[in-house]
């Protein structure tokens, strides 16, 4: 009972017990729909006035009893598919609940709702489908898009989040499957930052799979074609972000979402300064990296102008950090060019260097320098030529931070920055395990997904800090969408590494956390979105007034929350009103 004790204190903060709120339904109607049910919390007078009499048990519970419920079930199944498919099946019947449910034990349920079981809920998507959640636009339906949108029930959509299913997570190409990921997503724009969930659209669009194995699959649930990579393709994303302006209005959020590299980059450039858009692979983790260096500054004492940086992965989410990482340099006064020498990369043909045979992307040129010399073949290689202070993996590749580069890692720094960011787990460069043993301790370390707390040797306990975007992109989005900005600034994504680094006291530090507990990310949220109302506010960037005067009271005031509505109908008397003729 604590625990819902301190829900209510943490989630529902000055809300009162019940709201009004209209609705039109009644009876079987109002429990089929999730944004309504309340299973067996309607209360006597709706069931008498509603048509619901009879069609509930008769007792009528809280929904602290239903939460309970729903935990000790969840408590009772071990297996994470499972536990993903009972919590959808929960969104699917009772919203509110389900959030409740999520935000109760978020550190322990967001493993489950994003990665990593989301990635494997991808994969199997074809045999845990149960209802269809989102909106699914083919390339067949170039030229109907607008019409598209108009079957979504919701019209007052704010946030949109987009995939193409080409690269989910560090699992390739899925297809329809990735459909998971834009739902999961717009699970945590409500849990984390309290966006209402009626706003959020996710989207999946198929133009066809490369993967040969879901081809092959009856029960893929896409279109049977090779990935259309033709004009028609190109098309086909302009129609769309057109529709949706043009449905929704031009500052509707658009996040995109787990497109390949050659299109991630692309389309950022595109469509930029048309809508108000980001890319979470880009800029989302870079934000949630640069957050967790700016915290590892702290402990090491060094400014991030003295860091040398070597990336292993060359694609987008490394390209976006390291660019982020060059704008905070330069916020501290170093040139943009010194800045980019300070970081290098190394991807699947060695490092990116001047003159090398293995051609490079247009994206990657600022960050190919002169060789450093003869004899750099491996990681290991680069390491010991280059002596990094930190080491960043984001090549979705599995364990390629090997013993040896985490001992040499150790050798050339007092405390070295050693950051695994690829998902899911099983893609991580190495294991909280190893980088804290092999340095005895005195690594700094952050993963993608997440790792369990760490004992060394000495009895000391060390907690691996989780450098998850949804420390990010709940509250960037929550701040745009309530500001009215209509183009997002790289420089929004730097001012919210820095508040997140801020959000992490000298204790937290001191177990090894470059992140705070993922139990705080409701706060967490709301203090990004905050400081970037002000922010875009102070640069002139937002569009909603009149300015809100007190900024933290505005984000506060719109935050939803999973209290139950009343759906009775406003009853009130007319006291003193006679309904008789007046008689002289």
Known sequence: MMMLCRLRASVRPGVSVCRWAHTKEKGKPLMLNPRTNKGMAFTLKERQILGLQGLLP???ETQDIQAMRFQRNLRKISDPLQKYIYLMGIQERNERLFYRVLMEDIEALMPIVYTPTVGLACTQYGQIFRRPKGLFISIMDRGHIRSILDNWPETNVKA???????????????GVYGMGIPVGKLCLYTA???IRPESCLPVCIDVGTDNQTLLRDPFYMGLYQRRDRSHRYDELIDEFMEAVVDKYGQDTLIQFEDFGNHNAFRFLKKYRYKYCTFNDDIQGTAAVALAGLLAAQRV???????????FLGAGEAALGIANLIVMAMMEEGMSQAEARKRIW???KYGLLVQGREEATDINQETFVHPSPGEGVRSFLDAVNVLKPTAIIGVAGAGRLFTHDVIKTMGSLNERPIIFALSNPTAKAECTAEDAYSLTQGRCLFASGSPFGPVTLEDGRILIPGQGNNAYIFPGVALAVILSGVRHISDMVFLEAAKTLATQLGEDELSQGRLYPPLSNIREVSLQMAIKVVEYVYTKGMAFRYPEPVDKEAYVRSVVWNINYDSFLPDIYDWPGVSHSPIVD
């Open 58 to 60: 008769p007792k009528i």
């Open 345 to 347: 990369m190394f991807d």
């Open 160 to 174: 949109v989040v987009v995939t193409d299913g080409e690269r989910i997570l560090g699992l390739g190409d899925l």
């Open 192 to 194: 984390c930052a309290g």
């Open 300 to 310: 090491v004492g060094k400014p991030i102008t003295e860091h040398t940086v070597l």
